[in-house]
């Protein structure tokens, strides 16, 4: 069990940059492929970008590839994700996400979430 805390969000311009952070609560940070996903009103939830736990690649939804990064420090627990070049259609709640020693990085595998960070960018 694991619990997330998002933190980060909030209203920007177009153009703007954000940075997200996410503190894990548990000793064994280091065997979880973490996530960001997020949801737009009216909109199904997205995969936005994941890292793993083994190697540490990173994956990114064609949106915000380019303008994302998602990296994360073992020693601190935490994920991060850096967006910049914002968009008003990021507009959405972004949600941290974490698997248990788990390679799959598809929106519904995703077992523990955080209670989401609101991030909206107007035009």
């Known amino acids: 069990q694991v619990q997330l805390v998002e933190s980060g969000g909030g209203s920007v311009q177009a153009g703007d940059s954000l940075r997200l952070s996410c503190a894990a609560s548990t000793q064994t940070f280091s065997r979880y492929t973490m996530g960001w996903l997020r949801q737009a009103p009216g909109k199904e939830r997205e995969f936005v970008a994941a890292?793993?736990?083994?190697?540490?690649?990173?994956y990114y939804s064609d949106s915000v590839k380019g303008r994302f990064t998602i990296s994360r420090d073992n020693a601190k627990n935490s994920v991060y994700l850096q967006m910049n070049s914002l968009k008003p259609e990021d507009t959405a709640v972004y949600y941290c996400?974490?698997?248990?020693?788990?390679?799959?990085?598809?929106?519904?595998?995703?077992?523990?979430w955080g209670q989401g960070t609101q991030v909206t960018v107007s035009s």
């Open positions: 996400v974490a698997n248990y020693f788990s390679s799959r990085i598809d929106a519904s595998s995703f077992e523990y």
């Open positions: 890292i793993k736990w083994s190697g540490g690649n990173t």
